[in-house]
């Protein structure tokens, strides 16, 4: 490296805190307002081989209203593609980097977006998630999802004796009820 290059400082990632008991999980899940129903009964239709743009756009929609405009950049066809890849394959990794490949998608509405299709493999990663585990400055990227948070999300909901959505909506209840 040469001396004018600057060495940008590695940043360490030192655990989760999750901000409430336990005990509350359910509690908090129980705040989720947001009706998934439409989102989840999309994910459905793509599992069964409906890979169409207004599958697509319903989980988006849900998930976030502001990257649907995004998603009009993508072909029919690259959508279809993406989906029909993203159902089929076994690794995560590689189903995260196939959804990726669409314009509007990074990591937090591709984790919607398996999600939808599904909650025993993968879980939600944003914002509110990472708020109610104690890193709300932490960047999202693919590895820190598949190495760190999904592996948290399925401690708790084991500890909790529930599923990944319901560890999923008690993140985001509770994110959702502090003060801005």
């Known amino acids: 490296m040469s001396p004018q290059a600057k060495k940008r400082p590695r940043r360490v990632f030192n655990g989760f805190t999750l901000q409430f008991p336990l005990s509350e999980i359910q ?36 998930k976030s209203p502001r990257r649907a405009e995004l998603i009009t950049k993508n072909t ?17 990794r590689t189903a995260f980097a196939v959804l990726m490949g669409l314009a509007g998608v990074a990591v937090p509405m591709a984790s919607a977006i398996l999600t939808s299709f599904d909650q025993k493999r993968y879980t939600i990663i944003d914002w509110r998630a990472l708020d109610a585990l104690g890193v709300p400055d932490w960047g999202i990227t693919l590895n820190f999802y598949l190495e760190h948070y999904f592996p948290e999300c399925e401690k708790l909901a084991h500890a909790a004796g ?15 009820a502090q003060p801005s």
């Open 27 to 62: 509690d908090w899940a129980e705040t989720y307002p947001l009706d998934d129903d439409q989102a989840f009964d999309a994910g459905k239709k793509i599992v069964a081989g409906d890979y169409s743009r207004a599958n697509l756009n319903e989980i988006v929609n849900w």
């Open 162 to 176: 529930v599923n990944l959505r319901t560890v999923d909506r008690a993140l985001w209840g509770w994110s959702s």
């Open 76 to 92: 029919d066809a690259e959508i279809a593609e993406a989906l029909r890849i993203a159902v089929s394959v076994n690794e995560p």
